[in-house]
């Protein structure tokens, strides 16, 4: 063998084994980050799945429910998800028109509020943060979806009502906001109608002439199905967005929104989304193996060529 030839494959021999210290450094890097991205996972999914188990009152351990106000105990939302809300209920709009709930319905998902116009609390602490949530979305109301809002209170009036959507949109100041957030009011044959089949608990106390309700919002499918209910007086805007979407049967939302449903799962018991763990782990998995194989192709692309004896530099090489 001569010395050139004993060159060449001591520079082959080389070379395969600085590709095989690349490919064992690679592999181990992608494991402790694979490892890494399921630990975040794991921490995510346990700090979002935080929040109220239901909507209704919550008392300390040991209290007992006498102790609580009657009108207290009998608030709460019963999530009746996949069910069908009445369309033809009839009731007034903003303007005093007569309407009936359907016309809100068909084309888009529709975001629905009970509220009361003169509620001094929660009503619109509850709408507050929904007008907050809202502005963060890029999606556009009376394009990507519907806002409905309807009080629980036989006296408002649709002047109350118009009164409130003003102040609303002042807030909210989106393009559409003005024919895509409605503000009704009805009777209360209407009312016990559409809160009973939503299932919204709620009821008057007389001693401080106000509503005891509870605080959420329900997004409902194109067709009026109950889909998902997110509890409290503040949103978050990505799982009011997850809502949307999803209500939408695809018909919202970007090919992001696509992934991130199949990452994030609603949980009924917290009204939010939290992390799909085994899902979350198959796509890194998944990235992890495709980054890896990646770049071993390219590594053996730039060896071969490297070992190549046309683009071997000839003044390497000893006579």
């Known amino acids: 063998m001569t010395r050139t030839q004993r060159g060449t494959k001591d520079t ?14 690679l592999f181990l890097v992608s494991f402790v980050s694979f490892v890494s991205s399921v630990s975040f996972v794991r921490s995510a999914h346990g700090q979002m799945v ?17 102790q609580i106000p009657k009108a207290l105990r009998e608030i709460g939302f019963d999530q009746r998800l996949d069910e069908q809300l009445p369309l033809d209920t009839p009731l007034r709009d903003e303007q005093g028109r007569a309407v009936e709930l359907g016309e809100y319905f068909g084309k888009r998902p ?26 963060v979305l890029s999606l556009e109301p009376g ?49 016990d109608r559409l809160t009973k089949a939503a299932g919204f608990r709620y009821a008057w106390d007389p001693e ?18 109950m ?3 997110l509890f409290g007086i503040e949103y978050g805007p990505r799982d009011l967005r997850l809502a949307i979407v999803e209500s939408s049967a ?3 939302g970007s090919p992001v929104d696509a992934l991130l449903l199949y990452c994030y799962h609603y949980d009924p018991m917290t009204g939010r989304y939290g992390v799909a763990i085994m899902r979350a782990m198959r796509i890194a998995g998944a990235a992890t193996a495709l980054a890896l194989g990646g770049f071993i ?23």
């Open 50 to 66: 935080d929040g109220p188990a239901s909507a209704g009152v919550k008392r300390e351990p040991g209290t007992p429910a006498s």
């Open 250 to 252: 695809g018909n919202v």
């Open 227 to 229: 889909a998902r209910y």
């Open 143 to 191: 394009a990507d979806f519907e806002i409905v809002t309807v009080s629980i209170d036989p006296r408002d009036t649709p002047a109350a009502a118009a009164i409130k959507k003003a102040g609303y949109l002042e807030r909210y100041k989106r393009a559409g906001a003005a024919n895509g957030w409605h503000f009704l009011t009805g009777d209360q044959p209407s009312i």
């Open 110 to 135: 529709v975001v629905l509020v009970f509220a009361y116009y003169d509620c001094p609390m929660l009503c619109t602490l509850a709408i507050n943060g929904l007008s907050s949530a809202l502005k």
């Open 297 to 319: 192709v390219v590594m053996l692309r730039r060896e071969r060529r490297t070992l190549n004896p046309r683009t071997l530099d000839p003044r390497t090489l000893e006579p």
């Open 208 to 225: 401080t002439k106000q509503f005891a309700h509870p605080t959420g919002i329900i997004v409902l499918t194109p067709d009026g199905r």
């Open 12 to 25: 082959k021999a080389a070379s395969v084994d600085r590709l095989g210290r690349r490919i064992v450094f």
